[in-house]
T-cell receptor, first 118, second 114 residues
């Protein structure tokens, strides 16, 4: 069955530290998509990245980077030189193709709360 | 103006009351979704719709119903609210017709059932 696990419930770091948020997924599909969303204290959900299962290249966007490894079914998210504004809940999500039909629905992990202290 | 608008932002109601949460979008997307967020559980899918005549149940549809009044409007109703429906509710649209679409979320409705 499809599943997304974010084992880290809460992480606390001091500003300028690097932090990695873990995401492990389960799917029977060979074609699927992975996402990260950020939920700041204001509550809205902000899209960060979408990656399809055929693209295992790591991606970097400013202080953010993502490491996708199909061999371990992981899609981890690293924030370099964290800042207080990075404090938020971060969600990893999976979108299947074949086994969820054509729904386009996202299966979310439980979320990781990141607190960055000044 | 927000592309996906949810009303109200906050709602307090009593057990047994019927309430409606509304969602409208200006993105022109056909696909719309309702999710609820509970602490420690992430977001779970309640209902989704591909167009006005195509509405489908998600994983946790019991106790909920929806109405797609137009391409731009998708409402969620709680027929008889109960305390365990206290949650943060999100409406979302998708940017593609198939899987893998990016979801665009509204700002959420915090619902409390007393």
């Amino acid at each position: 069955a499809q599943k997304v696990t974010q084992a880290q419930t809460e992480i606390s770091v001091v500003e300028k530290e690097d932090v990695t948020l873990d995401c492990v997924y389960e799917t029977r599909d060979t074609t699927y998509y992975l996402f990260w969303y950020k939920q700041p204290p204001s509550g809205e959900l902000v899209f960060l990245i979408r990656r399809n299962s055929f693209d295992e290249q790591n991606e970097i966007s400013g202080r953010y980077s993502w490491n996708f490894q199909k061999s371990t079914s992981s899609f981890n998210f690293t924030i370099t030189a964290s800042q207080v504004v990075d404090s938020a809940v971060y969600f990893c999500a999976l979108s299947e193709t074949r086994y969820s039909g054509n729904t386009g629905k996202l299966i979310f992990g439980q979320g990781t709360t990141l607190q960055v202290k000044p | 103006d927000a592309d996906v608008t949810q009303t109200p932002r906050n709602r307090i109601t009593k057990t047994g009351k019927r309430i409606m949460l509304e969602c409208s979008q200006t993105k022109g997307h056909d696909r719309m979704y309702w999710y609820r967020q509970d602490p420690g559980l992430g977001l779970r899918l309640i209902y989704y719709s591909f167009d006005v005549k195509d509405i489908n149940k998600g994983e946790i549809s019991d106790g909920y119903s929806v109405s797609r009044q137009a391409q731009a409007k998708f409402s969620l109703s709680l027929e008889s609210a109960i305390p365990n429906q206290t949650a943060l509710y999100f409406c979302a649209t998708s940017d593609v017709q198939g899987p893998g679409g990016k979801l665009f979320f509204g700002s959420g409705t915090q619902l409390s059932v007393l």
